[in-house]
């Protein structure tokens, strides 16, 4: 079975520009996360979506938006990029399992972004 | 909310030796999930081994196995044998189990490198 898949693996951007990330989870996983990967921050997450709705938010600004797509693949957005926006992004995806259950996250590559 | 907390920066351990990653985590969920994922250069997360709250043996997968002291609320990755492939960052997360979410807390993460 193939893994998570993320596309591009990386990129450079510029100040001000936007960006999208795509993620294609693991066949029959409907829930997929993003995370960003920072040194300073560590790894944070980002949002989490389910069945094409956003179930959960980390705190990041509204620059930051994602969507998921009726096959559960997804994107995610950044607006008006900053230098600080410099990251690796990572997505994972999971059953999801319910309530109480185990659920573990498998991760992609990552997308490396760099933002002069 | 939970927290996760690495004290270790950084390892070093000769080939062939067991060495201990440590883990200490903070909940209120009275029900939650512990992970350990491993992060190699290349920046993909990989999943190693799970621990659940109620779970009564202590979790192992092949030369990886997590020593789970609830009443400390620690979880500590103990590898058998090491090998040079083993040198990689790794990082303990957790989930509340009853949160609906798949969404994973992580520590800032223990750096190994394996000396042959």
């Known amino acids: 079975k193939a893994g998570v898949t993320q596309t591009p693996r990386y990129l450079i951007k510029t100040r001000g520009q936007q960006v999208t990330l795509s993620c294609s989870p693991i066949s029959g996983h409907r829930s997929v996360s993003w995370y960003q990967q920072t040194p300073g921050q560590g790894l944070q997450f980002l949002f989490e979506?389910?069945?094409?709705?956003?179930?959960n938010k980390g705190n990041f600004p509204g620059r930051f938006s994602g969507r998921q797509f009726s096959n559960s693949r997804s994107e995610m957005n950044v607006s008006t990029l900053e230098l600080g926006d410099s990251a690796l992004y990572l997505c994972?995806?999971?059953?999801?399992?319910?309530?109480?259950?185990?659920?573990?996250?498998?991760f992609g590559p990552g997308t490396r972004l760099t933002v002069l | 909310a939970q927290k996760i907390t690495q004290t270790q920066p950084g390892m070093f351990v000769q080939e062939k030796e067991a060495v201990t990653l440590d883990c200490t985590y903070d909940?209120?969920?009275?029900?939650?999930?512990l992970f350990w994922y491993k992060q190699p250069s290349s920046g993909e997360m990989i999943f190693l081994i799970y621990q659940g709250s109620y779970d009564q043996q202590n979790a192992t997968e092949g030369r990886y196995s997590l020593n789970f002291q609830k009443a400390r609320k620690s979880a500590n990755l103990v590898i058998s044998a090491s090998q040079l492939g083993d040198s990689a960052m790794y990082f303990c997360?957790?989930?509340?189990?009853?949160?609906?979410?798949?969404?994973?807390?992580f520590g800032k993460g223990t750096m190994l490198l394996v000396s042959p």
């Open positions: 994972a995806s999971s059953l999801p399992a319910g309530a109480g259950e185990t659920d573990t996250q498998y």
């Open positions: 979506y389910f069945s094409e709705t956003q179930r």
């Open positions: 909940t209120s969920d009275p029900s939650y999930g």
């Open positions: 997360a957790m989930r509340a189990m009853n949160s609906g979410y798949s969404t994973l807390t």
